[in-house]
């Protein structure tokens, strides 16, 4: 039973440029959520994802956009990168019909130079 | 709105000795789910305790139970017989839709 797939793992990227990452949840997994967690912090949620809508949305400005694929897998797109997005981006998925229990990526590490 | 607070940035125990992780929350809410998870330097978040708002039975999980008082909104975490493996930083987390963090405890192990 493969867990939660992040892609890239590690990703530099230059002030004003985009960038898109890429989640596939657990199997059996319906809903998607993104997390930024800067260095020495804990994560902030961003936004979740089910039945290809946005649910959610925590306090990021709309540079931070995502997508929810039919297969649940999910993409997170950041527009005009600032210094300040350089973090760990964590995916989490997990099932509405299961309650709370989420499963985590290992995340992409971005940095932004 | 739901905040999280973690009060120690670090803890030490020796090794097979007990530890408790301290953690407090404010909700208004009277469902909700706390969890508490382990990030290690491989960065993925493994949770290591579960525990539902409207069960008054604390929850285990061999050597990592919880010390739930909901009135007081405390979430503790002790770990038994701690082992070398158990470092890491531990996150104390809300959930209702989405999952709240505390700033995280660096759990060392002392052999």
């Known amino acids: 039973d493969a867990g939660v797939t992040q892609s890239p793992t590690h990703l530099i990227k230059t002030r004003g440029q985009q960038v898109t990452l890429r989640c596939s949840p657990k199997?059996?997994?319906?809903?998607v959520s993104w997390y930024q967690q800067a260095l020495g912090q804990g994560p902030q949620f961003i936004f979740q994802y089910y039945e290809e809508e946005e649910r959610q949305r925590g306090n990021f400005p709309d540079r931070f956009s995502g997508h929810q694929f039919p297969n649940y897998s999910s993409e997170l797109n950041v527009n005009a990168l600032l210094l300040g997005d350089s973090a760990l981006y964590l995916c989490?998925?997990?099932?509405?019909?299961?309650?709370?229990?989420?499963?985590f990526g290992s995340g992409t590490r971005l940095t932004v130079v | 709105a739901q905040t999280v607070t973690q009060s120690q940035p670090e803890m030490s125990v020796q090794e097979a000795e007990t530890v408790t992780l301290s953690c407090t929350y404010d909700?208004?809410?009277?469902?909700?789910?706390l969890f508490w998870y382990k990030q290690p330097p491989s960065r993925q978040m493994i949770l290591v305790i579960r525990?539902?708002?409207?069960k008054q039975q604390n929850a285990t999980e061999n050597r990592f139970s919880v010390n739930f008082q909901k009135a007081a909104k405390s979430f503790s975490l002790k770990i038994s017989d701690s082992q070398l493996g158990d470092a890491a930083m531990y996150f104390c987390a809300y959930s209702n839709y989405q999952l709240i963090w505390g700033a995280g405890t660096k759990l060392i192990i002392k052999p």
């Open positions: 525990q539902e708002a409207y």
């Open positions: 989490a998925s997990s099932s509405l019909r299961r309650g709370y229990g989420y499963t």
């Open positions: 909700t208004s809410e009277s469902d909700y789910y």
């Open positions: 199997s059996g997994h319906d809903t």
